[in-house]
Nanobody, 115 residues
């Protein structure tokens, strides 16, 4: 069983930055892929970025130019540094931890981009 806690969300002005953190608790977290997703009301949850158990990052679309995903395997923490935030980035951001037979989600952290 893996437990996930996200933090770092909040209110930020357009053009600003936020750093989200995801702390995973359980056995062999370093064997899991870890990723960030987001969801807005009425829309499906979508991937922002993911880093594999081997450390390879993957970004979706323009997020490649605006964010950096990183993981600290010693502390079982996943970070997402988001820059140049736009109002349309307002969403609940979720951390996901997966393996070939396991799939865990955090409760989410709200990110609001507004002046």
């Amino acid at each position: 069983q893996v437990q996930i806690v996200e933090s770092g969300g909040g209110l930020v002005q357009p053009g600003g930055s936020l750093r989200l953190s995801c702390t995973a608790t359980g056995n062999n977290i370093n064997h899991y892929d870890m990723g960030w997703y987001r969801q807005t009301p009425g829309k499906q949850r979508e991937m922002v970025a993911q880093v594999s158990s081997g450390g390879s990052p993957h970004y979706v679309g323009s997020w490649k130019d605006r964010c950096t995903i990183s993981r600290d395997n010693a502390k079982n923490i996943l970070h997402l540094q988001m820059n140049s935030l736009k109002p349309e980035d307002t969403a609940v951001y979720y951390c996901r931890v997966t393996s070939w037979n396991d799939d865990y989600w955090g409760q989410g952290t709200q990110v609001t981009v507004s002046s």
